[in-house]
């Protein structure tokens, strides 16, 4: 079983919908959390950062972090075609020196 | 501001051939990072150097070697290439310091696509 686990999709939606991107993890130890989005044929780029339980909201993004049921989210209002990409989310304990990713979910939203 | 720095972008090989991937970032990150990313398999850790000088194997190491060079650079070399190496390759690197909540997020490079023939 992989520390985190993702569902790789790909996920259709109609602009103007709302999304949500979910992982599940392993390790009661991770404290800090991230979100990805990843365009065709470019690098990941951070898009969202929380430290331990509870919500984080960045424009039309928020980010939720449910540390008793090791469950995190990405929701995305009011989606429009440019948030289509690929989404990873990612992971790292306390004292930790690297990420753990997971594999990504693609998302197109369609006109 | 750069960020970091990937070259080549893409790269094209013959079985057997060798090459050295290279990263640069301008961030005075302490630590550097190389994954290759293949469809349905996400980013898999290749090798990591958590601060200059040092270098640790990831996920995927064999067939793979690395240098850090200085705080800036981290090259990673593959000596007989394989068509199995055939992937997109990502350099990243963040500011970890252990035990501060620092932001431990990454910042990636634009990727090196190679083929291996």
């Known amino acids: 079983q992989k520390e985190v686990e993702q569902d790789p999709g790909p996920l259709s939606v109609p602009e103007g919908a709302i999304v949500s991107l979910n992982c599940t993890y392993s390790?009661?130890?991770?404290?800090?959390f991230m979100w990805y989005r990843q365009y065709s044929r470019k690098g990941p780029e951070l898009l969202m950062y929380?430290?331990?339980?509870g919500n984080k909201e960045d424009g039309r993004f928020t980010a939720q972090v449910d540390k008793s049921s090791k469950y995190i989210s990405l929701f995305i209002r009011d989606s429009q075609p440019s948030d289509s990409a690929t989404y990873l989310c990612?992971?790292?304990?306390?004292?930790?020196?690297?990420?753990?990713f997971g594999t990504g979910t693609q998302l197109k939203v369609e006109l | 501001n750069a960020g970091v720095t990937q070259t080549p972008k893409f790269q094209v090989l013959k079985t057997g051939q060798s090459m050295t991937l290279q990263c640069a970032q301008d961030?005075?990150?302490?630590?550097m990072y190389w994954y290759r990313q293949d469809p349905g398999m996400g980013l898999r850790l290749i090798y990591y150097?958590?601060?200059?000088?040092?270098?640790d194997k990831g996920e995927v190491p064999n067939g793979y070697n690395v240098s850090r060079l200085n705080k800036r650079e981290f090259s990673l070399r593959l000596e007989s290439a394989a068509p199995s190496q055939t992937s997109v390759y990502f350099c990243?690197?963040?500011?970890?310091?252990?035990?501060?909540?620092?932001?431990?997020?990454?910042?990636f490079g634009s990727g090196t696509r190679l083929t291996v023939v």
């Open positions: 990243a690197s963040s500011d970890l310091r252990t035990g501060v909540r620092s932001n431990y997020g990454y910042t």
């Open positions: 150097s958590a601060s200059e000088g040092t270098t």
């Open positions: 390790n009661s130890a991770f404290q800090y």
């Open positions: 961030m005075n990150h302490n630590s």
């Open positions: 990612a992971m790292i304990t306390g004292g930790g020196n690297k990420l753990t």
């Open positions: 929380t430290y331990s339980s």
